[in-house]
DNA sequence: GCAAAAGTGTTGAACATACACCCATGT
DNA sequence: ACATGGGTGTATGTTCAACACTTTTGC
């Protein structure tokens, strides 16, 4: 390969993370506001371009770092971008990941260098246009969502440490758009191992006290759904 | 983003395709020998740099087309490397993707620019060492493709037309790697209603005749195994 | 006492697994 | 007649889907 063939200059490679939480029984997802061009004052998915000095995930973490103050500990590959001018600043593939964590475990920082702006918005409710080619990104990440929670322990860290089987049922019915069986689930849940009843009680008010549970150390051998 | 910014030049991107076919019950996968620096006279997974004003997906059918005279139709992402050292030229991250050919409907073309030989490869024999870290990402492709002919439609274009149940039995095996029974999976086969008789037979020496089955134009909705 | 949400068990249907025998061919 | 590989059916256990009633609580 000649490197300095004209045909190979002036490429990079963006890292873009959809990352989400479940808030109250809403599966969200984390968006931050630009502050510098291009697409300034635009909501877009974390992420940027990565150094040519550095691996790719240390760069994705590096950018979510910078633009949102959160350590991303748990993520996946989802897809890649490769359209020749997504970018109208120079031509950059993006490689986009699935990120999820507990919100009540980070602190958001809503305003640095490059942002003014931080926020989870619910997946049913996102801003009319994302930053460049963003909607397209975060559409493909929320349908393979729906296929990581059947197929991965995804909502180990996805979930609080406690947490109600009518509070993960919401999660899996947001996720998947469907209604499940409340008995059904139960023991799909429990005979499969992955959580187990914590013997402590929640009580609200309004409401019947409800049991708690939580995830085992089990890895995940078939699927959920 | 600052074009000019040093920490975002030299940056590229390969695309790599492990192309694989099965001949007579085996898996084999198209590999390449390289012609020129780095690696030269190694042998290598198919694919190349793209250039940067092609779209990801037309350079990758471009590398393939250019290396081997093969139009590749039906392929898929299989995984992101990202590694800051994995090119010796320059800093390139490699998207690396799954082609699958039936290999009596493509002509192999042995000598290229950029080649001197291509030949398919049992994944049970490959050469010792391969360029770049073409052994990582074949070997992340083979596990991948195990995980496909059990969710997609895959073998459809993996395959010939017509093919016996016993030879699409042998495919399955040496994929997942592990013996199926011959009466149940003849049964699911066919009540997954993926494949039908033809009513035509194929008659073979020293062999009983055995019937020939094809795919039918049904998509997938639930896993094979 | 009634509405709202939590908790529990049973039953029938569908599917997966295990397994044994016959047929055609070539030696 | 026997060895090889192709073709078929049945019986059993497991898993999935459908479904109804009781409890607690606040109003």
Request: charge should be positive; include cysteine; proline fraction near 3%.
């Amino acid at each position: 390969m000649e490197v300095n063939n004209p045909l190979y200059r002036r490429q990079g490679i963006h890292a873009i993370a959809s990352i989400f939480t479940v808030d109250k029984g809403e599966v969200k997802v984390l968006l931050i506001k630009r502050n510098n061009e291009p697409y300034k004052d635009m909501w877009a998915l974390v992420g940027g371009a990565i150094h040519n000095d550095e691996d790719l995930e240390v760069g994705l973490k590096r950018e979510v770092k910078e633009k949102t103050g959160i350590n991303l500990e748990h993520y996946f590959l989802a897809n890649v971008f490769g359209k020749v001018n997504r970018s109208p600043v120079m031509r950059m593939v993006a490689i986009s990941y699935i990120g999820v964590i507990d919100r009540d475990k980070v602190s958001l920082v809503k305003e640095t260098l490059k942002t003014n702006d931080a926020d989870w918005f619910s997946i049913d409710k996102l801003p009319r246009k994302l930053a460049y080619d963003h909607e397209e990104i975060l559409k493909d990440s929320i349908i393979k969502l729906a296929k990581l929670i059947g197929e991965t322990n995804i909502l180990k860290t996805l979930l609080p440490d406690c947490f109600t089987m009518p509070e993960l049922q919401k999660v899996y019915e947001v996720i998947l758009k469907k209604e499940i069986d409340r008995r059904n689930f139960r023991k799909r849940m429990l005979t499969l191992g992955l959580i187990e009843d914590t013997g402590k009680m929640r009580k609200e008010d309004n409401k019947k006290a409800t049991k708690l549970y939580c995830f085992t150390d089990k890895v995940m051998d078939k699927n959920v759904f």
